[in-house]
């Protein structure tokens, strides 16, 4: 008997995931990503009484509170990964390989972000200009493009099969070109605006969480009734 060898991953392909899975997902995406944004914000305005001077990597937080910041911020990545996997789940990409392989190359790019989250805690007493921190930089302008050329693509595979309605359908195609503009080039340019850009993407990120949680269908016209 040829028995499930093929069925087990099948119950994994987009759309046959348990509507109570996804909405557990949208859940802790939503939550992660609002925390995300608070935590962006209290930047921000940290800034205005730095610990440290603004050269140093951990600004401007102490290094020990910059250690507990992302190890956070490690955590709360984890919610922004489920909700892309629930992206990946949802079947919202339709049919398009491109769309789930977009999906795949955000997750990739999340897991990674992830990772240096962890890794730049061991610069934390270093300044800008350490071989480390620009390693460190790297990588997170690595996987950011990543995540965002991965959404970008899952995006359009989102709007073109129409199985997300309304204002839900833009949501990961607007979290994918947020990355390039205007995320990438604040990040370029000061601390506390690189901060509310990233606000903004965290937003988009609660906004996929809720549509995980609350996925609404196209209207459509009743063809032949009154």
Known sequence: MNISVEKVPAQRRAGT???????????TCLIAALLGAASGIYLAVAARTPAVSEDMWSYPQSPGAFAVTQAWFAIQHVGLLLG??????????GASRTGRWGCYAALAGM?????????????RFDTMTTTLVAGLGAVYGVTSVVIGAGLVAAGVA???????????SWVPLAAGVWVFAPMMP???????????????????FAALGWTLLHPNKPHRRNRGRS
Do not use: N
């Open 17 to 27: 995931t348990p509507a109570s899975t996804l909405r557990i997902f949208g859940l």
């Open 84 to 93: 892309l996997l629930g992206l990946l789940w949802s079947g919202a990409t």
């Open 111 to 123: 897991a990674g972000l992830t990772v240096a989250e962890i890794a730049a805690v061991t610069a």
């Open 158 to 168: 989102v709007r073109k099969a129409r199985i997300w309605g309304g204002w839900r």
């Open 186 to 204: 604040a990040l370029a340019m000061s601390f506390v605006g690189a901060r509310l850009a990233i606000t903004g993407w965290m937003l988009l």
